[in-house]
């Protein structure tokens, strides 16, 4: 019997795929003429990168959509997780298929992400055994990029372990290849100290084998591994520090918690001091054009262009095909309607994250907006209305770069082509309109229903469908990780000079003046500057709903148990969702930690179950 190897080459880093495929069973047992031996495989540096980017392109789909999980918070609202994804094609969404992205009951849904999450985990065992054992045979040459090989592969399986007990807490822990599922039929849920302990490991090897900088687009450095290193550092304080009842048998600690959050400080400060990493045009802020108008946007809207990719702020990122590949990014499709080339709108900004974008002249929060009904007379015009544009004027340029509220402009799209200025007006879908003598068609969407849409990640040129995009993902960006070294330092030694400029220049990208001197004047106050910064700074990059477990923040955010909960409203002022009334104690536990597929402990019954979903 003789295994086999199928290779597919397609156009982008990400895209080049090395599938384990089934074996032959015949009298002859011949080499397979269409396939490769898996024997004549594993012997060259160019077999091991092929290897590697196949399990690139498995583990891109488990992060390059993970702005869904920012649902699972307060600013961003998710339509669905099944109807705009694929419930069986990994590249076009299936590990988010099926999932729930409201504020609460969404625990029990993410069975389809368990899945395939592991299979990235086997992937990249495949890699890490196959490459490994080429190295005795190695010259020495070619030794120090078989090691790469493997500390970027032990960096992928590191970042996907690290999901995992984000997540589920104890999980089982496989560290080699799996040809059947017998071998995992009786697998125990490893306890997620001792699986911390292997991640940690993957990132330091990763670390200590990867270049400084890599000269291949989408390749993984140093300061990748020691920036994920440094957040599982951090995560791993929070959870010691904060607890997480609802993971039985983790007894939290402080003296961890201090020494976790030592060691993410000293990280992330080699990360911040060691790479000569900086941010996107310096952090400058750019250009601002006044509400109505789009032809000079800050510069932080282009941060999530195209022209950003490989740009030094982007610590760690996966790369996309654009036309033609199959393996374009979906970024268009999620957040804009219709008048981007048939885009479906199923990310949307919440009504609530406009008041969190602070004024330029105090760089403190503005008055609070007054929802009110356009058809209201004077609605458009009166101090404060949400929907007067006069409002939104002075205010964080990252406001201007992440929503549209009514009367901004956006360019449209059909059939590749631009279609010119199409203004957004909430609840008037593909209208014509008259602005100050031009006539326009409104924004064409019914995917909205809090008044505002999304800027951020919606590109301002043609060309391109919907689903064809190339722009690289940031999984980890260096203003991510300003912020988790401040919040780092300042969870042991309170507000600290260095922490504060680096919260300031994050600021300053938005145009905003320094922190006042109130902003830090305590561990309080100033974790309250960081935690907003990361709200406006990180919106729609997936990290909100996982800070809110690991600071046990949910309850801050949604009122306690039993309680009345909370409305979500929009611009008109109308009543749209409620969250959390009367939820019991129950209800959020399980958002805290998720279920253990019913499915995996049907096959295996020694997976135990998380104790809120008993």
């Not at 397609?10 to 069973?25: D, E, M, Q, R, Y």
């Not at 060309?463 to 980890?476: E, F, K, L, N």
């Not at 910064?533 to 955010?557: H, M, Y």
Request: net charge negative; proline share 6%.
């Amino acid at each position: 019997m003789k295994r086999s190897i199928k290779i597919y080459c397609l156009a982008t880093l990400a895209g080049i795929s090395v599938l384990s495929s089934a074996c032959h069973k015949d009298l002859l047992d011949q080499d397979p003429t269409t396939e490769l031996n898996e024997a004549a495989f594993w012997k060259t540096e160019a077999d091991a990168t092929i290897g590697l980017m196949g399990a690139y392109a498995d583990v891109r789909p488990l992060f390059d959509r993970d702005y869904y999980f920012d649902g699972q918070a307060e600013y961003l609202r998710v339509r669905s997780g099944s109807n705009s994804t694929s419930s069986s094609n990994l590249q076009k969404g299936a590990a988010y298929n099926g999932a729930d992205y409201n504020p609460s009951g969404y625990g029990d849904n993410f069975d389809n992400m368990y899945k395939y999450l592991y299979g990235g985990v086997n992937r990249t065992n495949y890699v890490i055994e196959n490459v490994t054992k080429m190295l005795p045979n190695a010259s020495s040459a070619s030794l120090p990029e078989l090691e790469r090989v493997i500390g970027e592969a032990r960096l992928l399986r590191g970042m996907v372990y690290f999901r995992l007990i984000s997540m589920w807490g104890d999980v089982p822990y496989i560290g080699h290849i799996i040809y059947d599922n017998s071998e995992v039929a009786s697998l125990t849920r490893t306890p997620i100290a001792a699986i911390k302990d292997s991640i940690m490991a993957d990132f330091t090897y990763a670390y200590e084998k990867l270049p400084e900088k890599a000269a291949e687009l989408g390749r993984a450095s140093k300061p990748a591994a020691l920036a994920f290193r440094g957040k599982l550092e951090l995560y791993w304080a929070s959870w010691n520090h904060f607890g997480w009842p609802e993971l039985a048998g983790f007894q939290p600690s402080e003296a961890e918690a201090v020494s976790a959050y030592n060691a993410a400080a000293a990280d992330f400060k080699k990360v911040i001091n060691d790479y000569g990493l900086t941010l996107f045009r310096g952090g400058e802020p750019g250009l601002c054009d006044p509400p109505g108008k789009a032809d000079n946007l800050p510069n932080y809207y282009y941060l999530f262009t195209p022209v950003a990719n490989g740009d030094p702020e982007m610590i760690m990122y996966f790369t996309h095909g654009g036309t033609g590949t199959g393996q374009g990014e979906e970024l268009m499709r999620d957040v804009a309607g219709r008048s981007h080339e048939g885009s479906q709108c199923w990310v949307t900004p919440r009504y609530e994250i406009a008041d969190r974008y602070q004024s330029l002249t105090t760089g403190d929060f503005a008055p609070k907006l007054v929802p009110m009904d356009p058809a209201t007379p004077g609605a458009r015009t009166a101090p404060n209305s949400a929907v007067n544009p006069q409002s939104y004027v002075d205010r964080d340029y990252r406001m201007k770069a992440s929503i549209m509220w009514d009367y901004e402009v956006s360019v449209g799209m059909v059939s590749l082509k631009s279609t010119g200025w199409v203004p957004f007006i909430y609840k008037t879908w593909n209208q014509k309109i008259t602005i100050d003598g031009k006539d326009y068609i409104t924004y064409n969407t019914d995917g909205c229903n809090s008044g505002y849409v999304l800027r951020k990640f919606l590109r301002n040129y043609a060309g391109q469908g919907r689903s064809d995009g190339d722009y690289a993902w940031p999984v980890m960006r260096l203003a991510d990780v300003y912020l988790m070294y401040a919040e780092a330092t300042n969870a042991v030694n309170g507000p600290q000079a260095d922490a504060i400029d680096l919260v300031n220049k994050i600021r300053h990208r938005g145009n905003l003046p320094p922190l006042a001197g109130d902003k830090t004047a305590s561990k309080d106050a100033f974790f309250s500057a960081i935690e907003q910064e990361r709200i406006v700074e990180l919106l729609g990059e997936g990290q909100r709903s996982f800070d809110l477990r690991r600071w046990r923040a949910i309850e801050r955010v949604w009122n306690p148990p039993f309680g009345n909960g909370v409305w979500r409203i929009d611009t008109h002022g109308a009543q749209m969702s409620r969250y959390f009334q009367n939820s019991s104690d129950r209800v959020y536990q399980q958002c805290y930690i998720f279920r253990i597929p019913p499915g995996e402990r049907d096959r295996n019954p020694n997976l135990t179950q998380n104790t809120p979903w008993l």
